[in-house]
Structures are given as structure tokens and as C-alpha cells.
């Protein structure tokens, strides 16, 4: 009988023990868990934002070493933004908002395209034969193709594209963590970022 009563005495401290430790959970304050927001370290990691690829088509004649050719250049060039140089200013905790400055997006990888770039002809100018050199002639006209792929990537038109699409990812990106971001553009950088070339 004495068994049974000690048994009975143990169940309900363990019971008793159960529901207090109930009670102390039910009363504990929620876990409140707040974003950081943008920081320099994060907009770091994200290293480059590539925003555009311009695809780019033109025709360009070249005379020179002894021959004369005309081609049908196809290339494409990448449009980025570098966020290792953005600044986060006028940031507000409680109300959750910053501010993020740019630079302005820069050209990456101009290239021409080789297979899809055609000779449309070649003829030899020169009245000695020795001194025409093709192959010199076209590597020339594909330097400058290149160059002609950078300066058409970096048009106004493109470069306003390619802010448009990094305003609208970082807005997105920052929304889902509940931050308002104001995103503005670093004017200064514009002759140091951008590829400063000259149409052929």
C-alpha cells in the first residue's frame, strides 16, 4: 500500500513539474528576429551585378596593307554595376530604410563574336602581291570591331537600361527582409567606370 502511494506522490510531482515547465514556455517572450539591412560587407559579397548583355551587329570596311575587305561583325558585351564601391547612407533602423549609392554601370567583356561574324569580301589592292596581307587587315578590323562593341554597349540608352534593372533587383532583394531602399547613382564615376571609346 505504501508502494502504491509513493508511486502516486511521485506521478503527480512529475505532473506538477510538466505543467510549470508549460507554463514558463507559454509565458516567455517571442524570439524577435530584425534584418540588418544593407550593409557594405553584403553588397560586397554580391561583388558585380550584371544588369544587361547588349548584342551588337554592324558592318565595317577596312583598307590597309595592301587589301581592301568589308565584314558583318556580331558581338556582345556585358552591362554591370560594381557593388564593392557602393556606399549605404541615411539608414534608419527603426523605420527600416537606406539609402544606396552606386557608381555607374560599366562595360564588361566587349568581345566579337568569331561564329557568328562573316567576311562579306576581300580583294587585294595592291600592286604587288607580296605586300598584301590579309590576315593583318582583318585582325585590325577585329580590334576595332571590339572597340565598336564597348562604345555601342555603353550608349546612354543601354546605360539607363541597365541602372532601371539594378534599382528594381536591389529594391527586391531588400524587400523581402522587410527594408525600404532608395537607390541613387554616383555621377563621379562616369568617366572613371564607364569604357571610354570612339566609333570606328
Do not use: F
Not at 48 to 55: A, D, E, G, K, P
Not at 110 to 134: G, K, M, N, Y
Amino acid at each position: 500500500m505504501r508502494i502504491i502511494l509513493l508511486v502516486i506522490v511521485v506521478l503527480a510531482v512529475c505532473a506538477g513539474i510538466v505543467v510549470c515547465l508549460r507554463q514558463l514556455r507559454i509565458n516567455q517572450p517571442p524570439v524577435i528576429i530584425n534584418s540588418q539591412g544593407p550593409t557594405i560587407e553584403k553588397l560586397e559579397k554580391l561583388s558585380q551585378l550584371v544588369t544587361t548583355r547588349v548584342q551588337v551587329a554592324d558592318v565595317l570596311v577596312g583598307e590597309g596593307n595592301g587589301c581592301r575587305g568589308s565584314w558583318l561583325i556580331k558581338g556582345d558585351a556585358l552591362l554591370s554595376v560594381n557593388l564593392g564601391q557602393a556606399k549605404i547612407t541615411d539608414k534608419q533602423e527603426d523605420a527600416k530604410q537606406a539609402t544606396i549609392i552606386l557608381p555607374e554601370p560599366q562595360v564588361l567583356q566587349p568581345r566579337v563574336d568569331h561564329s557568328r561574324t562573316r567576311t562579306w569580301s576581300v580583294e587585294r589592292v595592291a600592286w604587288l602581291p607580296w605586300s598584301a596581307d590579309q590576315d593583318a587587315l582583318r585582325d585590325t578590323v577585329y580590334a576595332e570591331a571590339q572597340k565598336l562593341v564597348a562604345y555601342t554597349a555603353a550608349s546612354a540608352e543601354n546605360i539607363s537600361q541597365a541602372k532601371l534593372t539594378a534599382e528594381t533587383v536591389l529594391k527586391a532583394l531588400y524587400a523581402e527582409v522587410g527594408w525600404t531602399v532608395t537607390v541613387k547613382w554616383d555621377t563621379a564615376t562616369i568617366d572613371s567606370q564607364r569604357v571610354a571609346t570612339s566609333p570606328v
